[in-house]
């Protein structure tokens, strides 16, 4: 089945935080890479994805989904950072995921516990952004969530710890690595209410300005000379 089709038909738009696996991606030491994903809009039939990496149509993965647990599914099809999934399961499960799905649409609908922490994560409406690296290349990442500290991200590529980048416009170095990603602590802290603005940034990377892309080499610049001397 098409996305386009898929839009038509009755189904719940709900995020859920989850990771996968695709065929054929793995790390140095030759293991299956994990990714972070998110679930927009879900049927007990298919479900579309919001992903790092896109896979191929036909592809058959596993998926684990906090809410749901592990799904075992195929790519129908695909479109810029997100895949259609048609989900491979037996009736009477299916009809549980149903009854989940009813569910979870009611308690979403009921007003959410406000994160009363100093740090809160914030799961950002829209996960896609771009990072750049300290050489000004820039890669197409996933984030997972962010506070004004840092943020939790998912890509390709998997940098190493101590790695200075920027995700969209805010500079830091990779701080911990994560079983679908990677965290990364800013050199500042972002005011809460900047936060999506400044992390979040969908443009191709021959659309980010040229003086906002040497300002973030400059910062990652100065992060290395600041690692050097630790």
Known sequence: MSVEKFLKQRAVNIAVAGSYVLPNWYDPQ??????????????????????????????RLT??????????ASISDTQTGAVLLELEMTRSMREKF?????????KLKEPGVTDQRKDARIVPANPHS?????????HGCFV??????????????????????????????????LPDGFAVKFIEPVNRHELERRLITPSAPKALPSNAA?????????????????
Request: with cysteine; charged share 15%.
């Open 98 to 106: 149903a009854n989940q799905l009813t569910w979870l649409e009611k």
């Open 130 to 138: 771009v990072m750049t690296l300290a050489d000004g290349t820039i």
């Open 214 to 230: 040497v300002a973030t080499r400059a910062g990652a610049g100065a992060l290395v000379a600041a690692s050097g001397h630790s």
């Open 144 to 177: 997972i969530d962010i506070s004004s500290s840092g943020a939790a991200v998912s890509a390709k590529l998997q940098p190493q710890i101590g790695t200075p980048l920027a995700i969209g416009a805010c500079v830091g170095r990779v701080v911990r690595l």
């Open 63 to 72: 998926a684990y989904f906090r809410d749901f647990g592990n799904f075992e």
């Open 30 to 59: 030759g293991k299956l890479r994990t990714f972070a994903c998110r679930t927009s809009r879900i049927s007990p039939f298919r479900m579309i994805v919001d992903v790092p990496v896109v896979g191929k149509v036909g592809d």
